[in-house]
């Protein structure tokens, strides 16, 4: 199978920063990045996967068109060029295919979507998300998820965030208004940052 990388769409990161997220390739990219503060490590090609997680473990396949039913959850390592392949066999373009490390389902605590108001510093009651306690496929959770908002909304984050996660998801909140925040809050330690309990899936304005 060629090596081929998902297109994203930007080439040059130094014009993406505080800018709008117009498309799920972007925020991918921006994620990469490390714009968004804390998320799992993604990767782009089977190789880059299996290097960097030695052949071991187990990784999530997604795509950048949403809802694609290209996309396989948890599987295990070696098991990923034949998952790609009967993609590919069925129609998948391969330039859609990228992978991100798996999340512990057992300690989720808490997990949804979240639209940040206009003005975070005066509008913060203004706040709505939909969030549902344990696991599950985001879009299973946004589903059975309980909206909520304002100060309600910000007492249940503060109560399962770290406040060193709190304290990201504030920044981003004041860096990116009127976007959507995808997340997940867990009972450890996760994702690329030291000392966070939260990761973010998306930050975007589509």
């Known amino acids: 199978m060629p090596v081929v990388k998902p297109d994203l769409r930007i080439s040059d990161p130094e014009h993406i920063?505080?800018?709008r997220t117009a498309n799920k390739s972007e925020n991918l990219q921006r994620l990469i990045y490390g714009e968004f503060g804390n998320c799992v490590h993604h990767w782009l090609t089977i190789?880059?996967?299996?290097?960097?997680?030695n052949g071991r473990g187990r990784v999530s396949v997604r795509n950048l068109v949403p809802h694609s039913p290209f996309?396989?959850?948890?599987q295990p390592v070696p098991?990923?060029?034949?998952?790609?392949?009967?993609?590919?066999?069925?129609?998948?373009?391969?330039?859609?295919?990228?992978?991100?490390?798996?999340?512990?389902d057992d300690?989720?605590?808490?997990?949804g979507e979240i639209a940040f108001p206009g003005d975070w510093r005066s509008?913060?009651?203004?706040?709505v998300g939909k969030v549902a306690v344990g696991p599950g496929r985001m879009r299973e959770v946004l589903e059975k998820a309980n909206t909520i908002a304002g100060y309600r909304l910000t007492a249940v984050l503060k109560e399962v965030m770290w406040p060193s996660s709190w304290a990201d998801f504030e920044s981003l909140a004041e860096r990116y208004p009127g976007h959507v925040v995808e997340f997940g809050v867990y009972s450890c330690a996760l994702?690329?940052?030291?000392?966070?309990?939260?990761?973010?899936?998306?930050?975007?304005?589509y």
Request: without cysteine; hydrophobic residues 35%.
């Open 17 to 19: 920063f505080a800018t």
């Open 107 to 111: 300690k989720v605590l808490l997990q």
């Open 79 to 104: 098991n990923l060029r034949s998952i790609v392949q009967s993609f590919v066999d069925n129609g998948a373009n391969l330039k859609h295919i990228y992978f991100n490390d798996d999340t512990p």
């Open 191 to 205: 994702g690329k940052i030291p000392g966070r309990n939260t990761v973010i899936w998306e930050v975007r304005y």
């Open 47 to 53: 190789e880059e996967t299996i290097r960097h997680k």
């Open 71 to 74: 996309m396989a959850y948890s």
């Open 123 to 127: 509008g913060r009651q203004d706040m």
